[in-house]
């Protein structure tokens, strides 16, 4: 893209900030129109469609956007200019030259661990088993994000390790690179006044909380007096003016709190905009497999998460039961990958398996390494979109690529073998499988875009 070129558009979108800045509920609209006057034909069509549609009926989504005018307004125009145009639009167009050019995936995001020292220690967490010993340089963090901006990734979330520990070092990275978003999953036990106030300042970075639940669920995993921690720093994020999330792991244990009503409203009082919500992977020798949900649990997650997301002015994502919305796994650099504290480029935050150190081979080849092609090759693992991890529903996959790619285990402190990791998720996948299909035949019944 010109420099020329991104320099109108850049203009465009402050110009269009500025005008719905004046007045929200009756500039948006206008906005809209005009945006429909001079779009192409077809571009963006079906999200520009339901955005009218949300301001129109003023529904929860409307809701949603007019609460970002609850943000500082410095807080607010960064999200917009390097979220939304950065990394979502200008960012995606050049991702998509890229992956033409270099016939490898090219990511939207890269996760990446500064570093694995963590102040908690989780009930089944696998990020404990890494130990606590291991950093990414600062200098390794900007060449890495140096890389990603070439290739079109402007987006880039930080998880652990506990992320803040290293909180200096994120608000510097912040400031070297103001074009991008920076994201942290964070147990949110470090953040105070003065972490709110470097968040101002920067304005690039936005916590996602971890939270279980409600008390009694939150603790028995994450320990006594956490619960009431998160809600502090939740408390003071919202009176700052800042955007925060939340990020909670579904299991067999706390499914019925975190899917019901009451927390979902307790979360949008909390001030939170977003919430992501992940299902518990047994990944690492000593992992907690009685805390995978059974199919039923999953079902009810799947059921509830969906309803309130037609209801509540909250953004969320289901990262296991939303790959109809992402054409199946986006790991492997199809939309992400993953960097650990030592440096190991990693298909996915949760397969520890990798052929390749950023320290010593380049983003590019990195994504064009042996098993980052095998995920290229391969995606998607199933067709079923409610089946789409090549771990948890379909192990044989898993399997079969990290074999034949020669990958190697990246856990330093307690090596997990592919085929003992498979083994624990085999049962899991078959069980899954039935009630999967039988949900996806519904969805794709009622949806009725491939016929």
Known sequence: MSSLKETMQTFAVNQALKY????????????????????????????????????EDKNNWYQLVMRLYELDPGVRKAFFQNFLFNASFKGSATQHENREKYGCNIPWAILLDPTSACNLHCTGCWAAEYGNRLNLSLETIDSIIRQGKELGTYMYIY???????????????????????????TNGTLID??????????????????????EDANDSRRGKGIYDKVANAMRLLKEHGLAFGISTCYTSVNYKDITSEEFFDYMIDSGALFAWFFHYMPVGNGAATQLLPTPEQRTH?????????????????????????VGGCIA??????????????????FIHYSNCNIH????????????????????PFNDNMLRPCPMLENPEALRSMVKATGAVNTDYQSPESVDHL?????????NWKGTADKLWSTTCAQCGKCK
């Open 301 to 325: 997650i799947y059921n509830k998460i969906r309803e309130y997301r037609s209801t509540k002015a909250l953004f969320t994502i289901d990262f296991q039961n939303d790959a109809e919305y």
């Open 332 to 349: 492997g650099g199809r939309n992400y990958l993953h960097i650990n504290a030592k440096g190991d480029v990693e298909p996915c935050v």
């Open 193 to 214: 006044e003065e972490f709110c106030k470097e968040m101002l300042r920067v304005k690039n970075f936005v916590p996602a909380i971890s939270l279980e639940g409600f």
């Open 20 to 55: 719905i800045e004046g007045d929200p509920n009756e500039n948006l609209p206008k906005l809209m129109d005009l945006v429909d006057k001079f779009s192409p034909d077809g571009w963006y069509e079906s999200q520009r469609t339901a955005i009218r549609h949300a301001i």
């Open 422 to 430: 498979c083994d624990k998720t085999t049962p899991y996948a078959e």
């Open 360 to 379: 010593d081979t380049s983003l590019l080849d990195a994504l064009r390494s042996p098993l980052f092609m095998a995920y290229h090759d391969n995606q």
């Open 159 to 185: 998880t652990g390790g506990e992320p803040t520990v290293r909180k200096a070092d994120l608000f510097k990275i912040c400031e070297m690179h103001p074009d991008c978003m920076f994201l942290a999953f």
